[in-house]
């Protein structure tokens, strides 16, 4: 087997720290770090000859957002972006691990793309991203999958293309593996090539200091760490610049932002009116937290015509003893009470939500409550997961005495119950007129386009696919429960 050299390894033990210290912002400026880069290491000729890649992303949109500085450091070297797989000389598969079906996920890509390495010897093969951050699934893809040439984590990004030249400029082309367990650090500046020219993911927050029992997201994104509010509002302001209609502020925890800015007096209600001040014309966030969402983000929500009436708020239960075992920090009672201020202030808004089936040892009784949350709620969507254990979360411990079938009962009758009030909601829609922001031709039918409202339902409709990234008037027409479909209004 091929020498491995690890310049880092993952540590839960590191990755689980939460020292009261100041996060380090490295500000790097993108000519003189590219510059510096190409003069002190001189990148290998073969570099040259690898100059297509291809990038596949598995889970969230922090992983979206990852995958697009991953895109702006290679384009930053000149190499050439393909989205088919057959002509990459790079391929990079960018990983989650939140569910046990997303790993899966990954090692069928793995698989298949042996035979792409058989094929071309010079065939770079890297695996970053969520999954590699757990000590045993690591040491299982070095194992196993021996041709997989470069492993880094949610931390080293920036550490790419000195790794990408270590791995080629080292004798037999030894395999390299950097996933560090840093407790926090913010790296500013560097390059990123969108996915779309309409709308932006601008990264608000870092990391998440909840440690759900469930969640492996704090051991694999690191600490809660909050952007300086001018780097961000200097983003969104280059991001308006270039035309962009749409910016969505991002974090594990949105709620949490400001709050390791101890010198600085800034809360998430204040940075969402100050970006919604700006002259964009749509602006949303993801994700809340129950608990930490505040009346004064209800008012700036009010407030603001350009903030989409959509908000994300997970509730994973609605069970008490279920939230006690989670670590979740709140009742069901003061979510409902939450989603009242929120109705009651924000007119039409749109709540969506995830909720988890077959927690450990979850009762019928337990299960129940979460179905009466459901009929009090009403919400508009919802995204819905049977349980799976995570390696290093406190709920992977846990001795389960439900059986799978039963699980899968109560997902049906969830999802059941879901859709009972997703009509409701969608009936006011119909016969009025809406703004659609247009974001792609139609998955189901390619003479059509979709786009999102307001609430981040999705229309359908015909409309030549020159107005994606515009923002048009659709007469809505029919309720399709997940989506509508409607009229371009000329």
């Known amino acids: 087997m091929r020498e491995v050299i690890y310049l880092d390894k993952p540590s839960f033990t590191e990755a689980i720290k939460r020292n009261q210290t100041n996060i380090n912002t490295i500000h790097y400026n993108n000519e003189t770090f590219l510059t510096n880069l190409k003069n002190n290491l001189k990148i290998s000729e073969r570099l040259a000859k690898n100059n297509t890649f291809y990038i596949k992303t598995h889970g969230c949109q922090a992983n979206i957002r990852d995958e697009e500085t991953i895109n702006g450091l290679l384009t930053s070297l000149s190499l050439k972006r393909v989205e088919n797989i057959e002509e990459a000389s790079i391929i990079i598969i ?54 997989i040439d470069i492993i880094f984590g949610t931390h080293n990004i920036d550490s790419l293309l000195n790794l990408l030249y270590l791995y080629m400029d080292s004798d037999n082309k030894k395999r390299i593996v950097d996933v560090s367990s840093k407790e926090g650090e913010i790296i500013e500046d560097l390059p990123a090539t969108r996915n779309n020219k309409y709308s ?141 201020r929120i109705k009651a202030r924000i007119p039409n808004v749109a709540l969506s939500t995830d909720i988890i089936v077959g927690f450990p040892n979850e009762s019928e009784e337990e299960f129940l409550d979460t179905l009466d949350l459901v009929r009090k709620v009403k919400y508009a969507s919802a995204f819905t997961f049977i349980y799976s254990p995570r390696e290093g979360t406190a709920a992977a411990k846990l001795k389960d005495k439900i059986n799978d079938e039963t699980k899968v009962a109560r997902f049906k009758r969830l999802t059941d119950a879901l859709e009972e009030y997703y009509p409701i909601y969608n009936e006011s829609f119909i016969n009025t007129i809406q703004e659609v922001l247009v974001t792609s031709v139609s998955k189901k039918d390619k003479n059509k386009v979709s786009g999102v409202m307001f609430n981040n339902k999705i229309v359908n409709f015909n409309a030549d696919p020159s107005l994606i990234g515009e923002i048009v008037k659709v007469k809505i027409l029919e309720d399709k429960l997940y989506s509508f479909n409607g009229e371009l209004i000329k």
């Open 200 to 340: 932006a993911y601008v990264n608000i927050t870092f990391g998440c200091d909840k440690f759900c029992t469930y969640c492996i997201v704090p051991q694999t994104r690191g600490k809660e760490r909050s952007r300086d509010k001018e780097d961000i509002l200097k983003e969104c302001k280059l991001l308006l610049a270039e035309g962009y209609k749409e910016i969505i502020l991002l974090g594990q925890n949105v709620d949490s932002y400001g709050k390791d800015l101890k010198d600085q007096n800034i809360t998430f209600a204040s940075l969402l009116d100050a970006v919604a001040s700006l002259p964009i014309k749509r602006v949303r966030f993801l994700t809340s937290y129950p608990s930490e969402f505040s009346d004064e983000v209800i008012e700036v929500i009010a407030k603001h015509d350009n903030i989409m009436k959509y908000i994300h708020l997970p509730v994973q239960s609605g069970s008490n003893s279920v939230l006690k075992r989670m670590a979740r920090r709140y009742t069901k009672e003061e979510y409902i009470a939450l989603v009242e």
């Open 94 to 147: 960018n990983t989650c691990s939140v569910r046990e079906n997303a790993n899966n996920k990954v090692y069928a890509e793995i698989g298949n793309i042996k035979r792409l390495k058989e094929k071309n010897k010079d065939l770079v093969l890297i695996l970053c991203g969520c999954m590699v951050e757990t000590k045993d699934t690591l040491a299982n893809l070095i194992n196993k999958y021996p041709y």
